[in-house]
């Protein structure tokens, strides 16, 4: 009777930190599939950015065309610095779309931003990565 206390008591602690172990998986699972969903509209944002022409060229005038769009990008702060520098470091472009990633992230980063003066966003990130 014993022998069969201690299998019941054993096989139930085995369960229950199965149990744990895929709600953790689970968790981490979910908190991937939601940083995946936003970079996702993170890309979508900065897509419409960039995608309204401007009657000039100044990049800054396309960031003031779409203030809730930019907003939304610093507003997801860390994460989206962090999907910015990847994006920086997979190519090796330097436009419109470049220049306000590194707007983003200057913004983003505020007192902490070690770059000054910069005229392009690859200028700015090949400075930051420094």
């Not at 998986?25 to 979508?44: L, P, R, S, W």
Request: aromatic share 10%.
């Amino acid at each position: 009777m014993k022998r069969l206390s201690t299998i019941i008591i054993v096989s139930l602690l085995f369960l229950t930190s199965c149990s744990f172990a895929e709600m953790k998986d689970d968790k981490v699972a979910g908190e991937e599939g939601t940083n995946q969903q936003n970079e996702q509209e993170i890309e979508h944002a900065l897509t419409k950015i960039i995608g309204s022409p401007s009657a000039t060229s100044n990049p800054n005038d396309y960031v003031k065309a779409h203030p809730e769009e930019f907003a939304y990008i610093v507003g997801q702060g860390e994460l989206a610095l962090g999907y910015f520098l990847s994006e920086f470091k997979k190519t090796s472009t330097d436009g419109l779309r470049e220049y306000v990633m590194a707007l983003a992230c200057t913004e983003i980063l505020g007192s902490l931003n070690p770059i000054d003066n910069w005229e392009t966003g690859r200028a700015w990130y090949n400075s930051y990565k420094q």
